[in-house]
């Protein structure tokens, strides 16, 4: 029997209030996230992507239709059962750097509060090694170029153990040669069997999805799966 998907998503709408009247953001997308392998929200900007992903993120709540994750109704559950699932399951990686890190501690710092925000322990010079950041526990988070940093909020996702990564477009503030570290990152996350859901319109990123979800002004044009090379 295939896995149950971690996230369902049924006619999942989210409207704005503008002084200009009511804009939807996203439209009637129903849309399932596997629990192993990287599924991409593609397509141009202001098609929904972020949207969709705050949704999930638990910071924006739908004005129409369901999300379930592992099967439980978000809706239903109480605002410290909502915080809980974000703490230790959902991690999440936002486009630039800076954002997701603190500034006021080092390489190796971050790891750990990570850890202690999510509950849990790290090994933190273990998850350095595994992301190519081998040594670099004790320096400034500026000493790190912009890949490093975004490596290392992904090692913050590693240290917190979440079950699923929710990356808003993180390779979009990057050169090439810092967005291929983050590609490299994701590559390896994904063979570490996370779940791995990312917002982008980067072709190379979107070349990584097993399942990519294509938007269009807020709605779900279609979704592809694809099978990878090994
Ligand atoms: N806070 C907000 N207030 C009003 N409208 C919003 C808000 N956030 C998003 N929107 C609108 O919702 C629609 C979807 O926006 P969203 O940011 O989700 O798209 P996106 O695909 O992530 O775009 P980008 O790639 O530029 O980040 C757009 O029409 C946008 O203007």
């Not at 910071?59 to 239709?65: N, T």
């Not at 190796?108 to 998850?127: F, K, Q, S, V």
Request: proline share 4%; with cysteine; net charge negative.
């Amino acid at each position: 029997m295939p896995e149950k998907p971690i996230f369902s998503l049924r006619g999942i709408g989210v409207d704005y209030q503008t002084p200009a009247g009511v804009v939807t953001g996203v439209d009637d997308v129903s849309l399932d996230v596997p629990a192993r392998g990287m599924t991409v929200l593609a397509g141009p900007s202001g098609s929904g992507k972020s949207t969709l992903l705050r949704v999930l993120g638990l910071f924006e709540q739908p004005a129409r239709g369901t999300l379930t994750f592992q099967g439980a109704d978000v809706r239903k559950l109480k605002h410290r059962e909502r915080r809980a699932l974000r703490r230790h399951h959902l991690g999440l990686v936002f486009q630039n750097p800076a954002d997701n890190l603190l500034g006021y501690l080092t390489v190796a710092e971050n790891l750990h509060a990570a850890a202690e925000a999510a509950g849990t322990e790290c090994n933190a010079e273990d998850i350095l090694g595994q992301l190519g950041l081998h040594g670099t526990g004790g320096w400034k988070i500026t000493a790190l170029s912009g890949g490093q940093q975004q490596r290392l909020a992904f090692g913050c996702v590693l240290a917190a153990r979440s079950t699923v990564i929710l990356a808003d477009e993180p390779t979009s503030q990057l050169d090439e040669a810092s967005a291929d570290l983050v590609l490299d990152t994701l590559r390896y996350l994904v063979d570490q069997d996370f779940a791995v859901l990312a917002a982008s319109h980067d072709e190379r990123l979107i070349d990584l999805g097993s399942r990519v979800a294509r938007l269009h002004k807020g709605a779900l044009e279609g979704v592809e799966e694809r099978e990878l090379p090994a």
